[in-house]
């Protein structure tokens, strides 16, 4: 905006004489700044990113997405940089062999099973050394990785829908994730391996679309 329209010249008095002067230092100064907010947000982590979103727009990103689909994106962001990280999935016990009782107090897995739970596709959320392991199966099964990638295609069109900003609303600067109907589709599309390797890419995906479309172009209104 900036950039490609001329800002006409500010207008002030002195001694009550008339006077205007070149808006463009001012012009330069927000460029300066847009510059800077946009370099910082390229590498920044989805925490960092949600933070510059609360503070440059009016309303804060949980508002506009609204608190479920919020939570969703933190488990999202969490089970991201799990996997991304190549940790592996693990649960703490107490107690005795017999009668151990697992705890996601300070896991990476907590937000997620959270929404799990809510969504159905987590059952129970008490783990014990007898279901433990097919506890952390779901977190690579195609349930929960389509709860997500439909979370983030949410997320897309409630951030989509709030742009007021006309050069936003009709100029879309991102790519809209592709719905994903059944698990055969994300398996022909996105990872004929594994599904470690399906969940890590589609985690990937929708991270780094929801960020850059969104986040970054709407940082920089009418920039090409």
Not at 64 to 90: M, Q, T
Not at 187 to 211: G, N, R
Request: glycine share 4%.
């Amino acid at each position: 905006m900036f950039r490609h329209n001329e800002i006409p010249p500010f207008q002030y008095k002195e001694n009550d004489v008339s006077k205007e002067h070149s808006s463009q230092p001012i012009c330069d100064s927000v460029l300066n700044i847009i510059d800077a907010v946009e370099s910082e947000t390229k590498n920044a982590p989805l925490n960092k990113l949600m933070e510059q979103y609360n503070k440059i727009f009016q309303q804060s990103l949980k508002d506009v997405i609204e608190k479920d689909l919020y939570d969703d994106l933190l488990a999202l962001a969490s089970l991201r940089n799990l996997f991304a990280h190549g940790r592996d999935l693990f649960i703490e016990f107490t107690g005795s062999w017999d009668n151990a009782q697992g705890t996601l107090d300070k896991n990476p897995l907590q937000k997620a099973a959270i929404r799990l739970y809510h969504a159905g596709i987590i059952s129970d959320l008490n783990i014990t050394m007898q279901n433990y392991i097919d506890f952390t199966d779901i977190f690579y099964n195609d349930d929960a990785l389509l709860y997500f990638y439909q979370s983030a295609q949410k997320v897309e069109d409630k951030l989509g829908n709030f742009l007021d900003f006309p050069p936003e609303s009709f100029s879309r600067y991102f790519m809209k994730l592709p719905d994903l109907e059944d698990s055969s589709v994300v398996a022909e599309h996105y990872s004929p391996l594994a599904p470690q390797l399906s969940i890590l890419s589609i985690y990937l995906l929708c991270v780094l679309c929801i960020l850059c479309g969104f986040f970054i172009s709407n940082l920089i209104p009418g920039k090409e």
